[in-house]
């Protein structure tokens, strides 16, 4: 349970490492902020630029180039990338030749507007630029700024297989679809990632083969909306309906692609992220029923329990529709765990529509949750149209009001675990203690326990004894 989205917090703005490759000699920073989409981007573009001769450094101050993939969902996010951008300033006086790039949604949503802005910048480039980068790096070394923040039609970078920075060596996010078409009125994404399309299966079962062959575990299929997963031969999902006949007949879906992986890899954990409430479908429930390696866990965002708020949002579904796809999941999965991302103090939230999202909470008891006060991004349909018209210390009032909701209901699921035995994917040590591990069971309920003969991967059954409001505290059995 956050109250702030951060994905694996500790990579957020962390440096970046991946293992060296010989022979090439220049220094490479990169830090990488915002959703497991921008890591994984991260990690194609570690992959473009080993080819051309860099490997990763946590040395801010040898880097030959400093890289931060940034995000702009909310104002707090492009406030902390300018506050590393002065570090890098103070960081390039004593280096420089130490060149500065700014990757991702904040370089698409600025543009060349931050090379005005930010003087200290030397390359902006968008989320479909990235092959573009050793010839812009060209560009930059010959003393000129450059950019690149064109939007594609068919990137998915599914040829470019990611380098894994930071890893465990245990788990690691597949991306299979880039950009967004919901246009929800308060998010930036589809400004900032363009149009929705969907990477081709075999590139995807490649990527996770290569994946298990390096013995990993456990594999996360990333988008932004995974549901609306369709490969029809290429192109963008708004496009499908001019497809030909042949191309929609033998069209996949996201349950096909699931069960297409599950089938391949039994041996494999599998993990998706983030799934849309008007998107998901029964199929896809009934794949993850069908597949035991499939996690039985589901990030569910719904952003408010008042169907009036969702209709301002563009939400596609009401309070109703979505109860009603809880209760299938529910049914179908009983096991199933749920979380949910929420926004308080979207415009013009009244009390009582605020109400409906506190019972809706009450309703699903949700086992996670990731929750956030609204925060109007400039040029999205919202900021547009309607005021942001809720007083901060409301939004704020409203959110610690649901974050203790959340927490009650995130305890009362953890303790459903206690006096079982589930089955734990080590991950690593435990933070706070060296003589534990720590690993998630197929729910995502994170679990330590004290260290045997065992070793990171290894699929383990641990008896639960206990409990804290986040974590599960067991011994192997
Ligand atoms: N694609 C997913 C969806 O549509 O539900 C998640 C997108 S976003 C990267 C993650 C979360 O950030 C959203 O689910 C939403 O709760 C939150 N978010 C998006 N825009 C926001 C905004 N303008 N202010 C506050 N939170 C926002």
Redesign the pocket.
């Known amino acids: 349970m956050g109250s702030e989205?951060v994905i694996e917090e500790k990579n957020q703005g962390q440096a970046l490492l991946t293992d060296h490759k010989e022979g090439n000699n220049k220094k490479l920073y990169i830090e990488s902020y915002?959703?497991q989409?921008n890591l994984n981007d991260s990690e194609i573009v570690a992959s473009i630029l080993s080819e051309e001769g860099y490997n990763t450094t946590h040395l801010i101050e040898e880097a030959d180039l400093v890289l931060v993939n940034t995000?702009s969902?909310?104002e707090k996010a492009e406030q902390t990338v300018r506050k590393r951008l002065q570090k890098y300033n103070a960081i390039k006086k004593i280096n420089p030749t130490m060149k500065v790039g700014v990757l991702g949604c904040m370089a698409e949503r600025l543009k060349a507007k931050f090379l005005e802005e930010e003087k200290i910048v030397d390359l902006v480039v968008g989320p479909d630029a990235y092959r573009d980068l050793p010839n812009l790096l060209q560009e930059v070394s010959s003393g000129r700024d450059a950019i690149n923040v064109i939007l594609s039609k068919e990137e998915t970078y599914g040829d470019v297989a990611p380098v894994r920075l930071n890893s465990n060596g245990v788990s690691a996010f597949v991306s299979i679809t880039r950009g967004?078409d919901?246009m929800?009125t308060?998010?930036?994404?589809p400004f900032t990632r363009g149009r929705e399309r969907s990477r081709e299966p075999k590139s995807i079962l490649d990527e996770v083969k290569q994946l298990s062959e390096k013995n990993y575990k456990e594999i996360t299929l990333l988008g932004?909306?995974v549901d609306s997963y369709l490969w029809y031969g290429g192109g963008l999902k708004k496009d499908f309906k001019n497809a030909s006949e042949i191309a929609k007949a033998t069209a996949v879906d996201f349950a096909q692609l699931l069960d297409m992986v599950a089938t391949a890899f039994p041996k494999i954990r599998i993990r998706f992220s983030?799934?849309?409430p008007q998107d998901m479908s029964l199929n896809v429930i009934h794949t993850m029923a069908k597949h035991e390696n499939i996690c039985k866990y589901i990030h569910l965002?719904?952003?408010s329990g008042s169907t009036s708020v969702l209709k301002r949002m563009n939400?596609q579904h009401t309070r109703e529709e979505y109860m009603e796809l809880i209760d299938h999941i529910k049914k179908i999965i009983p096991d199933c765990a749920i979380s949910q991302?929420?926004?308080t103090g979207?415009c013009g939230e009244t009390e009582e529509e605020h109400r409906d999202t506190l019972s809706l909470l009450e309703y699903v008891k949700y086992d996670f949750g990731?929750?956030?006060?609204?925060?109007?991004?400039p040029g999205?349909p919202?900021a547009k149209k309607m005021p942001d018209d809720i007083p901060l210390d409301v939004k704020k009032r409203r959110l610690a009001e649901i974050i203790l909701v959340q927490q009650k209901h995130s305890l009362l699921r953890l303790k459903q675990f206690v006096g079982k035995t589930v089955e734990i994917l080590i991950e690593g040590s435990s933070k706070k203690s060296d003589a534990h591990w720590k690993g998630r069971n197929s729910q995502n309920a994170v679990a330590v326990f004290p260290k045997g003969n065992e070793k990171i991967g290894d699929f383990v059954n641990v008896y639960i004894e206990d409990c804290t409001s986040a974590t599960l505290l067991g011994k192997r059995v």
């Open positions: 989205k915002g959703c989409m995000c969902i909310r967004c919901n929800c308060f998010c930036v994404v932004q909306n983030t799934s849309n965002p719904v952003q939400r991302d929420m926004m979207f990731f929750m956030f006060a609204y925060s109007e991004r999205t919202a």
